[in-house]
């Protein structure tokens, strides 16, 4: 049976084998944590949308049951003011007169009484602002006037006359056909100046003993439910719209109208036929997907133009017979333009960390394959014949150790070839007495002599490459152990270095000579520097890897009692470069006053994220502040950032964050934490990060988050979390 023997790989070289592990362990943590921060930061974004989607519905639900209820109040209490008696129908100036008081008190766009002996009488405010008085009679012909009225609600003089037949009017016939309060269709009237679009709630009215007199109508303007939706929040950059069942627009939030108008006659629109196109594109995918009989609210996630949206629809209805849809679509960039920075961060930050992992990674294998290079060639020279040779001893103890042991088999090696020489010198003053011997002989020292040769450097080659492979399996694990006892046997060399010049100045002409080839002074200078230097730098990767680890804890999202301060430093410690000083601006000061506080129980990851935004916000506000002011009030004005802790009680404690800047105006500071709400300029905010770390203390840790400013002073947010969660 043939055995498959599998190709071997190809030797590696030990640079690559020490810094490319190195390097993909930097590379996949940081990618893992970028990868999960984008995750949960999208999840929390979706979430978010859902709550500002539901929430803007419940204030367009509650907004349509409070308008919309008011006509059928009014109507059900003039119903039972003539009823009781209290109003009489047959003294038409008096009730127009009681309807003008009305109008004062409601906000809607006509009162009246249409009776069954075909007379009737109303107060309409049809432009939105002037109330007018219309009064007809039961004669056909002319029996209807238009009144102006002064300021206590008087007939001044009339405005038009027309002919009018109470029986030819649906708002008039559908109540009273109905027997109940109902709606009527929504109608529309082009006067000269307006466009008068509403819908009517009659209600039939009977006197004392339940004879039918006529009924009640009172009109709504479905105009101002487009002013209402204009100015939601959400509007702002999404589109809100009200729509009937069969589709036609009532009501919307863009700046077209829901309209056409030719000067004469007014066309209410389809949603799908808006001149708006994302009302349109939302409406025909409505459509589309058979909503439009929708019983319950709908979620989607629609695509507009190669862009997604959030879409709700949401059915609304009153005991009265209205029935329409309110649509709210809203696009998902506005919700992920923090994602995709964050996005943007994690990548340089994962490429700022790869380089910094090569660089070290070069730097630490350089130092340690040198020496073993200086090995290498020196027993390829020893394999060569040339046995004067010596390893210069390494700062890498193991590495140091080899180096011994190959010196002192060199030095045998020197010693054996000499005594051999010695030998042969004997030998050969006894050649003439002793030729036969001594070519025996002679043949086999030549014989012994390669055996020794052959031994010693089979033992040399057995050493090295023992040392060496003991070298690469522990060699990074010594780096910063061995740093400090470096830094002291260096510092004791130079010192005896220097003690031995004090007490033999006058050195040979040899030691100058080699002094001034090594250039002793400037080693003595410039070593120590490098093995400080080298010290700095792993010590400063462990801390900025502590760091990370600290800030983000991806592995930490239960509750868990922490310590506070630990969050803040590292928090600090990432934005260290935004607080040095730059060419253009001198460093930020940050004062720290901690007090001694217990473990805080709480969310560390989201809380860490609380005191990134807040600090980020601190030293924009001192930039900014730098930005706005002049020379001489720059260097007047300090550029500080405190922070304060503090223990208010058994029960909570308190994180204070102040800053020097500029202050924020009084309106602004009432809504820094509303979401979508920010003062920077376009790309450089999103304002989430003020409404998330709002939500973050206040409802998934029970705490207090507050803003305190005074214009030209400075800005204080004030944390305040339970030292226990319940």
């Not at 009681?98 to 049809?126: C, K, N, P």
């Not at 929504?186 to 004392?208: C, K, L, M, N």
């Not at 209805?317 to 809203?330: C, F, H, K, S, T």
């Not at 720059?634 to 202050?663: E, H, L």
Request: net charge negative.
């Amino acid at each position: 049976m043939k055995i498959r023997r599998f190709k071997r790989l190809p030797a590696l070289p030990l640079q690559f084998v020490l810094i490319v592990p190195f390097v993909l362990q930097i590379f996949g943590a940081v990618g893992l944590v970028g990868y999960l921060s984008y995750r949960n930061g999208q999840k929390a974004v979706n979430d978010l949308a859902e709550q500002v989607m539901d929430r803007t519905g419940s204030t367009v639900g509650q907004h349509l049951d409070s308008y919309l209820s008011a006509p059928h109040i009014i109507a059900q209490i003039n119903a039972d003011a003539i009823h009781m008696g209290v109003l009489d129908v047959r003294n038409r100036e008096n009730i127009g007169k009681y309807f003008w008081h009305q109008m004062q008190a409601y906000d809607v766009s006509y009162i009246g009484i249409g009776l069954t002996t075909g007379e009737g009488v109303g107060a309409a405010r049809y432009d939105g602002r002037t109330i007018t008085m219309d009064d007809w009679g039961a004669a056909a012909g002319k029996n209807w006037y238009s009144y102006a009225l002064d300021q206590e609600g008087n007939r001044t003089q009339i405005l038009e006359v027309l002919d009018w037949n109470n029986f030819e009017q649906p708002w008039y016939t559908e109540p009273v056909k109905a027997g109940k309060p109902i709606w009527s269709p929504i109608f529309t009237i082009h006067y000269p100046e307006e466009v008068y679009i509403a819908t009517s709630a009659g209600r039939p009215i009977y006197d004392a003993q339940n004879r039918l007199l006529g009924m009640v109508s009172i009109d709504i303007s479905l105009l101002k439910l487009s002013n209402f939706l204009q100015n939601l929040d959400v509007s702002r950059s999404g589109q809100v719209f009200i729509l009937e069942r069969d589709g036609t627009l009532i009501a919307s939030s863009g700046e077209k109208e829901s309209y056409l108008s030719n000067g004469q006659q007014v066309e209410r629109l389809k949603a799908a036929d808006s001149p708006d196109p994302i009302i349109r594109g939302i409406a025909q995918q409505i459509a589309q997907k058979n909503l439009q009989n929708t019983t319950t609210v709908q979620e989607l996630h629609l695509k507009f133009q190669g862009e997604p949206y959030h879409v709700h629809v949401t059915p609304w209805q009153d005991e009265y017979g209205l029935d329409w849809l309110v649509v709210m679509g809203v696009p998902e960039k506005i919700f992920m333009a923090q994602i995709h920075e964050n996005t943007r961060t994690t990548i340089v930050l994962c490429l700022g960390a790869l380089a910094v992992a090569s660089a070290m990674g070069l730097l630490t294998s350089r130092w340690i394959v040198h020496p073993v290079l200086r090995l290498n060639q020196a027993s390829k020279a020893m394999a060569a014949g040339n046995l004067n040779q010596t390893v210069a001893e390494s700062s890498i103890q193991e590495i140091n150790a080899l180096a011994g042991s190959f010196n002192h088999m060199a030095e045998q090696l020197r010693d054996s070839f000499v005594v051999l020489e010695k030998s042969n010198e004997a030998l050969e003053e006894r050649v003439e007495k002793r030729t036969a011997e001594l070519k025996d002989t002679l043949i086999e020292l030549q014989r012994t002599q390669a055996k020794v040769i052959q031994s010693e450097k089979m033992s040399s080659l057995g050493q090295l490459v023992a040392g060496v492979a003991h070298e690469i399996n522990n060699p990074v694990n010594f780096i910063h152990g061995n740093l400090a006892h470096v830094q002291q046997y260096t510092q004791d060399l130079l010192e005896f270095v220097q003690l031995y010049q004090q007490h033999y100045p006058d050195a040979g002409p040899e030691i100058e000579a080699e002094t001034e080839a090594i250039d002793l002074e400037f080693m003595r200078e410039d070593l120590p520097k490098m093995i400080a230097s080298m010290k700095l730098g792993t010590d400063r990767i462990r801390q900025i890897v502590l760091s990370l680890r600290n800030f983000s804890r991806m592995d930490e999202a239960e509750l868990k009692p922490v310590n506070i301060h630990e969050g803040l430093d590292s928090t600090l410690l990432i934005l260290q470069h935004r607080l040095k000083a730059k060419p253009d601006q001198p460093a930020i000061t940050v004062v720290k006053d901690y007090d001694d506080l217990p473990l805080v129980e709480c969310y560390v990851g989201q809380l860490n994220q609380v005191f990134m935004n807040v600090l980020t916000n601190a030293i924009d506000a001192v930039e900014g502040a730098d930005s706005h002011s002049s020379c001489q009030a720059q260097a007047a004005k300090p550029r500080q950032i405190t922070i304060r802790t503090s223990r208010i009680d058994t029960s909570w404690v308190q994180v204070a964050i102040a800053d020097t800047g500029s202050g924020i105006p009084t309106h602004v500071l009432q809504q820094i934490f509303n979401p979508f709400f920010t003062t920077k300029p376009v790309g450089k905010g999103t304002g989430l990060g003020m409404s998330i770390s709002y939500q973050i203390v206040t409802e998934n840790h029970g705490g207090k988050l507050e803003c305190f400013s005074t214009p030209g002073e400075g800005t204080e947010f004030i944390i305040q979390v339970p030292i226990q969660q319940t």
